[in-house]
């Protein structure tokens, strides 16, 4: 069975620091991973993926994240936060085997951002 | 951009009645899905469709739950005996054929149950 850890319900940051959004996964097979963000009274919205290609990937509005295998965690970066990020975050597993599969969430961690 | 579209974007029901939440999926999507949040709690899977069946199934998809495709293009999620606590914003979501299709979602549901 697959699995995510979020660590941290919640993280603040100040405007222009670094935000770090961590997760680990747990999977039987070579995952699929993902971060998805929810704005308020929005739905889900596709940061970035990781199919197994390239361990670094970048995704939408600054984010990146790196698959290492090692630590089973695939953590969500951005160098300089803006007050534009502060949403709900979720980090996402699959089996890659086929389309059609369920995604699994992570419980999500909630980004503040002050100014 | 294509997307996803749910209606009615609140629904309020009293306990035991039944609801019908409706979805337009991606016109040339093939899989479709249906996940919950509880509030504060996360994403849950519930259903997946293809080829006009379901597919996978959590747990939490009893009977009181059932989903159809009437028309080829609506997917609907039927709750047939509301409890308090199906009380949850309901996603849908589609995904093409291709091997790295993203799941797409809708803006979603909230059902609240009193």
């Known amino acids: 069975a697959q699995s995510v850890t979020q660590l941290g319900s919640h993280v603040s940051v100040s405007e222009g620091a670094l935000v770090l959004l961590r997760c680990n996964y747990s999977s039987s097979v070579p995952p699929y991973l993902f971060w998805y963000v929810q704005y308020p009274n929005q739905g889900l919205q596709l940061l970035l993926k990781?199919?197994?290609?390239?361990?670094l990937v970048k995704g939408i509005n600054g984010f990146e994240a790196e698959f290492k295998k090692s630590e089973t965690s695939f953590h969500l970066t951005k160098p300089s936060a803006h007050m534009s990020d502060a949403a709900e975050y979720f980090c996402?597993?699959?089996?890659?085997?086929?389309?059609?599969?369920?995604?699994?969430f992570g419980k999500g961690t909630t980004l503040s951002v002050s100014s | 951009e294509p997307e996803v579209t749910q209606t009615p974007s609140h629904q309020v029901t009293q306990m035991g009645q039944e609801v019908i939440l409706r979805c337009v999926p991606i016109s040339n999507h093939l899989y479709f899905y249906w996940y919950r949040q509880i509030l504060g709690q996360k994403v849950e899977f519930l259903v997946s469709?293809?080829?006009?069946?379901?597919?996978?199934k959590s747990e939490i998809f009893d009977d009181q739950f059932s989903v159809e495709r009437p028309d080829g293009s609506n997917f609907t999620l039927k709750i047939r005996s509301t409890k308090l606590e199906d009380s949850a914003m309901y996603f849908c979501a589609s995904e093409g054929s291709s091997y790295n299709s993203p799941l797409h979602f809708g803006n979603g549901t909230r059902l609240t149950v009193t």
């Open positions: 990781y199919t197994s290609a390239a361990t």
């Open positions: 469709f293809y080829n006009n069946e379901i597919s996978e």
């Open positions: 996402a597993v699959s089996d890659p085997a086929q389309a059609g599969t369920a995604l699994i």
